[in-house]
């Protein structure tokens, strides 16, 4: 277990997690609850502030650590998570945390993203997605809907977009959550869960960029609409949703539908029992976005316990050192094979 | 076609050899690819069982070589080698595949007898290598390489003998290393001696690759290696593993440094050590990855955007490499900065003696991490060297956050006035300047002042070492000095520079080193440049030296 766990660190406040640096994203932007979130859950976590390190790359995102005062590195495009994979390798006592965005994390840090995430690292991802390059002002990404009309796409996005949950699934992370900006309490869980989990934990969150693509995820957020749109995922439980919880996803086959529980040919017995541990389930769970009928999973699709890469690396060096001993260095240079001249 | 080279003599060897004394050929392609480097009257051993005529056709000759009076300014030897190996192993019971495996035995057999020296260490090689898994190969070989020495011994196709006697060489303990090897035992060595742990971000790269290699065994020093989803990951690895307190380093060719490019301006603005290794090769783009080169020089020192000083060291053999990296090391703690630190090919995969040094006598690699709270400012500095303190993660007290946006003087906290911008390029690049003054003065060899100055970088140290000695010989006065620190210069370079009628800059390059003397120095230099993806040879480095005066003169 990291050396965190083993003392009681001093109880720690939300003021602890707040710098004296001025807020430069724009008023009304959902990063402000994300920050909010965060800021009201790490003094929760058995860590002392000196053991976070928050990590990030170029975007409206990666401003985040310069509002935590943290260690932190506001790094250069897309290279978050190989930033974050050296430190955590040198020092895996620390709770290292990245944070990025559609952009950052699906485009131009694509590659890193995936070979971190299946290495399963101790690295928590947090990936605002907002649909849109808000810093460059209002580009599409990789997450924007096709026909999306954008600065870049005057006439529509014809590229298919990625579904972040389904790309980390299919790189083998082995936790994978959605949450919402809009959705506070439910935020503060999924991060909870996130610190909790043994191994790379990617966290997609709905971010609504108020000045670019403003009410992307409304139907998901706001009151009138969120209940017959979403449906929470909570492990070893169905899945029910709707205002008076009246309807339920079933699964037919390999395929989800949306069934009401109130007509009397379907209950609560006959509906998709959530398995946070079934990868198979996820990804389906994932593709639920394709059918418009259906409501978006929010929640914790996968939790698997895997050896991280950090431990696996520490044990190769323990291994070789009990049974070389500790290296010696004169030995090394000297090599096996040398001579002598007077 | 493959194939090895080796020179060794009873003097000091400075480069694996310009031309050939011996060439000993397998098959007709192997003949005319190397022919051209056999001094006249050279000795030519061929397997002429392989000379049939399909090798031939695939050699692209229309005729056979040893019955066409071609060769006729060498001894030829021409031997049955695949029969003569066959006959040692006759009553072995082995398939002709695995005959004619131990072969190259035979002629290494024949070397030994040729030049008069013992079977012993071969004999200790083949017999740690096979006897302990197959006895049978162990055996073949063994009979191979003493039925070669044999023939030498019984025939009388050799009328000459050689006689080699030991070099005279510094006392000391000394081994034999590949540049490669060198470097990854000069990143441990600094790893030890600094008492940080060892951390490198690699990405495989020809020829590179084997620093990585080397590394990710030596887990028991505590070495860890990560080999990365690319270069770019790979540098960036190792500067999150340097803010987090490691001895961080990547390895890489030119075109991997390329791509590191932006992360290199990264390292610069957060003021971290970062050990960078630049093993060279043929470039542009893909290039020559197999061949050597210089041309990486001006990528090293000036190729990142904006105003992105660091330091570049570059190691003169195999053995340097050692000390280079090391030096690499010690400088990008010292400033907290990024050192590139440029071998090539031709190092990184040549070997050479190596005077082992003691570790007690390794200099120094202090390292202080800041621990104290009270006043501290993520870019004060120290006020000789300027570099800003280097507070690692888990040290309670010192939170900051550090980007790679500018940053005010001091606080470290983003700032986009413009003074201060202007006042941090400056001080970014008196920090490097003021390197100089942590490293020794170039030394002159020859006289400090006078007709011809050869200037070198990095692996063309033999050859223009070589080239001097002939020069020397023929009456002319020159003089060389060969540079390892290339960014900053050491701080007596212009006056040398100055002292010389003539600097001539001999590189395997268009010219690269050659434009930042020019540039600092305002010297009139003059360039040899041949970019051939191969070492310079001292002949002709020699012959444009003589050339030069000659035209100077007339």
């Known amino acids: ?38 800021q009201r859950v790490f003094p929760e976590f058995p860590h002392r502030r000196e053991q976070y390190v928050a990590v990030s790359g170029i975007g409206c995102s990666s401003r985040f650590p310069y509002y935590l005062n ?212 996820a990804f389906i769970l994932a593709n639920m976005i394709h059918n418009p009928d259906l409501p978006r999973p929010m929640g914790v699709f996968l939790a698997l316990d895997h050896p991280t890469y950090e ?30 001249i007077k | 076609m493959s194939g090895f080279q080796i020179k060794f003599g009873s003097t000091d060897i400075l480069t694996p050899g310009d031309t050939c004394d011996v060439l000993v ?13 056999l001094r006249r009257g050279g000795t030519i051993i061929v397997n002429e069982d392989a000379f049939t005529e399909k090798n031939l056709r695939m050699a692209g000759l229309s005729t056979n070589p040893l019955e066409d009076h071609s060769l006729e300014k060498f001894q030829v030897h021409a031997i049955g080698i695949t029969k003569l190996t066959t006959n040692a192993l006759a009553d072995m019971n082995l398939s002709t595949r695995f005959v004619d495996k131990t072969k190259n035995f035979f002629a290494l057999g024949l070397m030994y007898w040729m030049y008069n020296r013992p079977l012993d260490q071969s004999i200790r090689f083949i017999e740690e290598k096979f006897g302990t898994k197959d006895k049978q190969v162990a055996e073949a070989n ?79 020093f505590g070495v860890k290696t990560f080999q990365a989803e690319d270069e770019i990951a790979a540098i960036c690895a190792a500067i999150g593993a340097s803010y987090a307190g490691a001895l961080a380093a990547t390895t890489t060719s030119g075109p991997g440094l390329a791509l590191k490019t932006e992360a290199l301006g990264l390292a610069i603005m957060l003021e971290l050590p970062l050990v960078v290794v630049d093993v060279q090769r043929g470039g542009p783009s893909t290039g020559l990855p197999t061949k050597t080169e210089q041309a990486d020089l001006l990528q090293a020192v000036l190729g990142r955007n904006g105003e992105a000083p660091l330091c570049v060291l570059a190691a003169s053999s195999p053995a340097d490499c050692f000390l280079t990296v090391y030096e690499a090391a010690r400088l990008a703690i010292k400033f907290m900065t990024p050192v590139i630190c440029l071998t090539d090919g031709y190092l990184g995969n040549g070997a050479e003696p190596w005077r082992i040094p003691d570790v007690g006598e390794l200099p120094p690699i202090p390292v202080t991490f800041a621990k104290d709270p009270v006043g501290f400012q993520p870019y004060a500095r120290d006020p000789g060297t300027l570099a800003r303190p280097w507070a690692i993660p888990g040290t309670p007290g010192l939170e900051h956050r550090i980007g790679g946006l500018e940053k005010q003087d001091v606080t470290g906290n983003i700032n986009y006035e413009p003074d201060n911008h202007d006042l941090m390029i400056r001080l970014r690049a008196r920090k490097i300047e003021r390197i100089a ?47 390892r620190h290339i960014n900053p210069f050491p701080r007596n370079l212009g006056t040398i520079l100055s002292a010389f009628r003539t600097v001539i800059v001999p590189e395997i390059n268009s010219g ?36 030069h005066i000659g035209g100077t003169h007339a």
């Not at chain 1, 003021?15 to 807020?23: A, V």
């Not at chain 1, 043994?198 to 670019?212: D, S």
């Open chain 2, 512 to 547: 690269q080193l050659i434009k930042l003397l020019r540039a600092k120095y305002l010297v009139n230099a003059v360039g040899f440049n041949v970019v051939r993806g191969l070492p310079l040879r001292s002949e002709e480095i020699e012959d444009f030296v003589e050339n």
């Open chain 2, 25 to 37: 050929a397998m098959n007709p392609a192997a003949l005319v690819t190397n022919v051209e480097i």
């Open chain 1, 311 to 340: 431990e696996q690396m520490a044990d190769q060096i323990a291994r070789a050192k009990s049974k070389k001993g500790e290296g010696d260095l004169q030995k090394l240079l000297d090599g096996e094979e040398n001579w002598v």
């Open chain 1, 70 to 281: 943290l260690y932190g590195i506001h790094g250069i495009h897309g290279r978050a998570p190989a930033i974050a994979s050296g430190v955590k390798m040198v020092n895996p006592s620390l709770d290292v945390w990245v944070s990025t965005g559609d952009g950052d994390g699906l485009s131009i840090g694509g590659n890193h993203m995936i070979h971190m995430l299946r290495r399963n690292l101790n690295i928590k991802v947090l990936l605002f997605n907002n649909q849109i390059y808000g810093l460059t002002k209002g580009q599409y990404s990789p997450t924007s809907l096709l026909g999306q009309i954008t600065k870049s796409t005057p006439a529509g996005v014809i590229d298919f977009p990625f579904i972040p949950v389904s790309l980390a699934l299919g790189a083998q992370a082995t936790f994978v959550a959605r949450a919402m900006d809009r959705d506070p309490k439910h935020l503060q869980d999924v991060v909870r869960r996130a610190e909790s989990h043994h191994g790379a934990a990617f966290v997609e969150i709905y971010q609504n960029c108020n000045v670019f693509n403003d009410g992307a995820f409304f139907q998901f957020t706001e009151k009138e609409t969120k209940d017959d749109h979403i449906v929470y995922l909570e492990h070893g439980k169905p899945l029910v949703f709707g205002k008076e919880r009246q309807m339920g996803i079933r699964l037919n086959g390999f395929t989800p539908e949306a069934v009401s529980l109130k007509e009397g040919k379907y209950s609560a017995s006959d509906l998709l029992v959530h398995d946070e541990n079934d990868s198979t389930l």
């Open chain 1, 1 to 38: 277990m990291p050396e965190a766990e083993q003392q009681t660190p001093a109880k720690l406040t939300i003021k602890d997690f707040q710098s004296d640096q001025d807020i430069r994203w724009c008023p009304g932007c959902g990063d402000y609850s994300i920050l909010a979130q965060v």
């Open chain 2, 142 to 220: 063994l009979r191979v390489l003493r039925a070669g020495y044999n023939y030498g011994d019984t025939t009388e196709v050799f009328t000459t003998r050689f006689d080699v006697r030991p070099a005279k060489l510094a006392p000391g303990r000394y081994r034999n290393i590949m540049g490669n090897v060198a470097t990854a035992l000069g990143l441990v060595a600094a790893a030890r001696k600094s008492g940080l742990q060892l951390f490198l971000g690699s990405y495989p790269i020809t020829p590179a690759s084997d620093i990585l290699h080397e590394l990710s065994r030596l887990k028991e």
């Open chain 2, 437 to 483: 003054d942590d490293i020794p003065e170039l030394t002159v060899e020859g006289p400090a002042s006078g007709d011809i100055l050869l200037v070198g970088w990095g692996s063309t140290y033999g050859s223009i070492k070589s080239a001097v000695s002939g020069l020397r010989e023929s009456g002319h006065h020159v003089s060389q000095i060969h540079l």
